[in-house]
């Protein structure tokens, strides 16, 4: 077997614990040649299609991948930045918020870095720098509160296949879901009041979360419940009257069936019902992205006002809003326990049983 190059080891170095966030990605820019790219690690995970690879591969490089980068290509740079890709822009200013956040609770010793399931930066190029870091055990927090098997199950594989490389495997724990914490409701709950200040409410509030094939809720993914879990807990902790909130689902691709109802169907069914004003919010992205800013406050705002409506509101995703920096900090924090994330208090004592360590290891031979 073939391993990973490992970096040099010095003796009486202290170890570090470390927490790598970890969303889904994006393209390098919004060009044909870069979604091609993209798209071609995406939509090659047998997670993310489960359709058998000897009907899949053909249709993929045959034909998906020939026509669909330039489409996409149109979409994202409709939400591009200066800064580049929403996504990337917002989940570097999550890890930057959490690292400063872990260090003020005293986790001075604790690495926190970012990482994207496709793309980069790639989650084994960042494992293998927090390797050089000195890193012996990480925390992966993957950045979907509610757990699929094309999501979060994803990136356990990914990291499993780097770990699969590596001659000394770091200790790994994984978060794998957080619909229901109190932090992340709260962080929900506060998103919205703070854009009903700004904005007032309408007369409607539809939360829209990524689709994926209905079937998988057949296979067993919990991801269907614990979508409909979050907003039971988001109108009971925001006292929404009863048939003031809808959840629906979005994102859908190619022909099967997906978990319904379908976003955009229903923003323009409630036109034609007589709803005037909807607040639109997707509790499932925690950073804005294209299916955010894109399929949703553009596409989904021209469905709505086309069939009728009149006011569409867009409520922005968490980002680096700071409760909910704080709900990634206590998720962490939960996760963490028992792991030397803080200097100790003798520090003194410790400099000096790791400068006896490296002086044994030299006496018995050791290179470094």
């Not at 925390?139 to 098997?149: D, E």
């Not at 909807?278 to 992205?289: H, L, M, N, R, S």
Request: proline share 7%.
């Amino acid at each position: 077997m073939t391993y990973r190059p490992e970096p040099p080891h010095r003796h009486g170095e202290p170890e570090r614990c470390a927490l790598l966030l970890v969303n889904l990605g994006t393209p390098d820019e919004p060009s044909p040649a870069a979604l091609r790219r993209y798209l071609a690690e995406f939509l090659d995970d047998p997670r993310v299609v489960e359709i058998p690879r000897i009907v899949w591969w053909p249709l993929l490089h045959g034909v998906i991948l020939r026509t669909r980068p330039a489409r996409s290509a149109a979409k994202y740079a409709s939400v591009w930045t200066s800064e580049g890709s929403p996504l990337a822009l917002w989940t570097v200013r999550q890890a930057a918020a959490v690292g400063s956040a872990m260090t003020a609770r005293g986790h001075d010793r604790l690495l926190v870095r970012h990482a994207m399931r496709y793309g980069a930066p790639s989650i084994p190029d960042v494992l293998d720098a927090l390797r050089r870091e000195g890193a012996t055990r990480v925390l992966v927090l993957p950045l979907y509160p509610q757990y699929a098997a094309a999501t979060t199950a994803s990136v356990g594989d990914k990291v499993q296949q780097w770990a699969s490389g590596a001659r000394r495997v770091p200790e790994l724990r994984f978060v794998g879901e957080y619909h229901d914490h109190d932090g992340y409701i709260d962080a929900l709950a506060e998103s919205l009041q703070a854009h009903w200040i700004e904005r007032g409410r309408a007369e409607r509030l539809v939360l829209s979360f990524h689709g994926v094939p209905a079937r998988s809720l057949e296979l067993g993914d919990p991801y269907h419940c614990q979508c409909h879990k979050t907003a039971r807990l988001l109108a009971e902790r925001l006292q929404l009257a009863p048939g003031t909130m809808k959840v629906t689902f979005q994102s859908r691709f190619g022909k099967a069936r997906w978990l319904e109802p379908y976003t955009e169907p229903t923003l323009q069914q409630l036109a034609t019902e007589g709803v005037r004003s909807v607040d639109v919010a997707c509790p499932g992205f925690v950073a804005d992205c294209l299916e955010t800013l894109e399929e949703i406050a553009q596409e989904g705002r021209d469905a709505f006002l086309e069939a009728g409506g009149t006011d569409f509101r867009y409520v922005p995703c968490l980002n680096d809003r700071p409760r909910f920096v704080a709900a990634l900090a206590d998720l962490a924090e939960q996760h963490l326990q028992g792991w030397p994330t803080r200097a100790p208090a003798a520090a003194a004592a410790e400099t000096a049983a790791l400068a006896a360590q490296r002086e044994r290891a030299l006496a018995l031979g050791a290179r470094d």
